[in-house]
């Protein structure tokens, strides 16, 4: 068995509101192996985000240890944890978070950039993932221009921009319609096994999560398998 490429260990985190202490992961805990792309279920409000941020190291737990392939993350510092997210990890939303004022091309460059890779090398990546997703022709069309899943397949081509090692998505297609869930859906399962992408996607909807390799459910603060 391969080597996990996401490890959740005893999670923990509570938050304080109006004097009330309320514990929304009580320990909660799973793998991810490379090439596997597991559902994450459970009701609004369970601490679906709550995890996937964490996960993400966008956030810290009160307890408990993240590791990204080898690496345990909790002790690291911010810009170690920056450092780490910018090489391995890769997030899609909801709702897609694409700049405006940038066309698609550029806004699939913008992470490349950032991390160090040159303008030149950044947009043959981009073109080239823009292409497996179907949008070659879309590329220089900022998001206004763009249908919902046109902008949903360039938010996914930039979460893989700097070629992560783990797919976090957090409801993915949950603002779009049936249809073109469909299409984002098989955009992401095909391009996420090619490139070996541990996935983990948090869905309210039962019938993309029984076509993933595994269903985890965020119950009572912990994850329990299906």
Same mark, same amino acid.
């Given at each position: 068995?391969?080597?996990?490429? &996401?490890?959740?260990? $005893? %999670?923990?985190?509570?938050?304080?509101? *109006?004097?009330?202490? !309320?514990?929304? /992961?009580?320990?909660? =805990?799973?793998?991810?192996?490379?090439?596997?792309?597991?559902?994450?279920?459970?009701?609004?409000?369970?601490?679906?985000?709550?995890? &996937?941020?964490?996960? $993400? %190291?966008?956030?810290?737990?009160?307890? *408990?240890?993240?590791? !990204?392939?080898? /690496?345990?993350?909790? =002790?690291?510092?911010?810009?170690?944890?920056?450092?780490?997210?910018?090489?391995?990890?890769?997030?899609?939303?909801?709702?897609?978070? &694409?700049?405006?004022?940038?066309?698609?091309?550029?806004?699939?460059?913008?992470?490349?950039? !950032?991390?160090?890779?040159?303008?030149?090398?950044?947009?043959?990546?981009?073109?080239?993932?823009?292409?497996?997703?179907?949008?070659?022709?879309?590329?220089?069309?900022?998001?206004?221009?763009?249908?919902?899943?046109?902008?949903?397949?360039?938010?996914?081509?930039?979460?893989?921009?700097?070629?992560?090692?783990?797919?976090?998505?957090?409801?993915?297609?949950?603002?779009?319609?049936?249809?073109?869930?469909?299409?984002?859906?098989?955009?992401?399962?095909?391009?996420?096994?090619?490139?070996?992408?541990?996935?983990?996607?948090?869905?309210?909807?039962?019938?993309?999560?029984?076509?993933?390799?595994?269903?985890?459910?965020?119950?009572?603060?912990?994850?329990?398998?299906?």
């Amino acid at each position: 068995m391969s080597d996990p490429a &996401l490890s959740l260990d $005893g %999670l923990k985190r509570v938050f304080v509101q *109006g004097g009330n202490r !309320i514990e929304v /992961l009580r320990g909660a =805990s799973l793998r991810l192996t490379p090439g596997e792309l597991v559902a994450l279920v459970g009701p609004s409000g369970a601490g679906k985000s709550t995890l &996937l941020h964490i996960a $993400g %190291l966008l956030e810290r737990a009160d307890a *408990g240890e993240v590791s !990204i392939g080898p /690496l345990a993350c909790g =002790s690291m510092s911010d810009s170690e944890r920056t450092a780490l997210r910018r090489r391995h990890l890769g997030f899609v939303y909801q709702f897609h978070h &694409l700049l405006p004022e940038f066309s698609a091309i550029e806004n699939v460059m913008l992470p490349q950039m !950032i991390a160090g890779r040159t303008r030149a090398d950044a947009k043959t990546r981009a073109r080239e993932l823009l292409a497996s997703l179907g949008l070659a022709e879309r590329e220089s069309y900022r998001p206004a221009r763009l249908s919902g899943g046109e902008q949903q397949r360039v938010a996914f081509a930039r979460a893989l921009a700097n070629g992560p090692s783990v797919l976090l998505a957090d409801e993915p297609t949950g603002n779009l319609d049936p249809a073109t869930a469909e299409v984002v859906f098989k955009s992401m399962v095909r391009i996420a096994k090619a490139a070996g992408l541990a996935a983990l996607v948090a869905t309210h909807n039962p019938d993309l999560a029984r076509r993933m390799d595994r269903t985890l459910t965020l119950r009572d603060g912990i994850v329990v398998a299906d």
